[in-house]
């Protein structure tokens, strides 16, 4: 069972170029949802789905686009990558509503220089 | 707003030591809280929930709603302990809010 799996685990990006980082679940969980976590600041949400075309802003949206056109798949799209975007992504999902328990992919480490 | 704070970044303890890990929240509903643990080279996972007030791995949390605390404690520290411990709160979207998080470091 492999759970949650993020795609690439490491990458470096240039400064305004665009790319996407992947996350699937085959859990057949409703909800997902990205966080970014930063030093001393903990895991901030980023974008969140409570169901396949059903997507809404958590905390830091901004830079960051999502889209939910199944239930397994949550992609994370980076526009015009900033330095301020480096930093370690991570792809959660649940089962439902107030469950509390997030289920992690391994996490993507993204460089912008 | 929600907010969740754990005070210490860092906190180095000797084996067989007492561990409290801190956190405080605030959040104006009935909160539902959680610690999650992140080992060396592992997925960050859930430790424990306070509604099911149990004790994993000797670890316990108690909700302090009058302190607006949920501390993480074991009475003795253990090196495989040692690890990245953040406190979260569930809003009303099932969507968590973390803390800055707490490195535990249990030496030998």
């Known amino acids: 069972n492999a759970g949650v799996t993020q795609t690439p685990k490491f990458q470096v990006l240039k400064t305004g170029q665009s790319m996407t980082l992947q996350c699937a679940q085959d859990?057949?969980?409703?909800?997902m949802s990205w966080y970014r976590q930063d030093p001393g600041m903990g895991l901030r949400l980023i974008h969140y789905?409570?169901?396949?075309?059903?997507?809404d802003q958590g905390e830091v949206p901004n830079g960051y686009n999502v889209s939910r056109s199944t239930t397994e798949d949550f992609p994370l799209r980076l526009l015009s990558a900033a330095p301020s975007q480096t930093s370690v992504y991570f792809c959660?999902?649940?089962?439902?509503?107030?469950?509390?328990?997030?289920?992690f992919g391994e996490g993507s480490r993204l460089t912008v220089l | 707003a929600q907010r969740v704070t754990q005070p210490e970044k860092l906190l180095s303890v000797f084996k067989g030591a007492p561990v409290e890990l801190k956190c405080n929240y605030s959040?104006?509903?009935?909160?539902?809280l959680f610690w999650y643990v992140q080992y060396s080279r592992q997925r960050l996972q859930l430790l424990l929930r306070?509604?099911s007030r149990e004790s994993i791995k000797g670890f316990t949390a108690d909700l302090n709603k009058g302190e607006t605390s949920f501390h993480l404690k074991k009475p003795f520290a253990q090196e495989e302990d040692s690890a990245m411990y953040y406190c979260?709160?569930?809003?009303?979207?099932?969507?968590?809010?973390f803390g800055g998080g707490t490195r535990l470091m249990v030496k030998p």
């Open positions: 959660a999902s649940s089962p439902g509503p107030r469950s509390g328990e997030l289920f």
């Open positions: 859990m057949n969980h409703e909800y």
């Open positions: 789905s409570v169901g396949a075309g059903i997507t």
């Open positions: 959040y104006s509903g009935s909160p539902e």
């Open positions: 306070h509604i």
């Open positions: 979260a709160l569930n809003n009303a979207g099932n969507m968590l809010t």
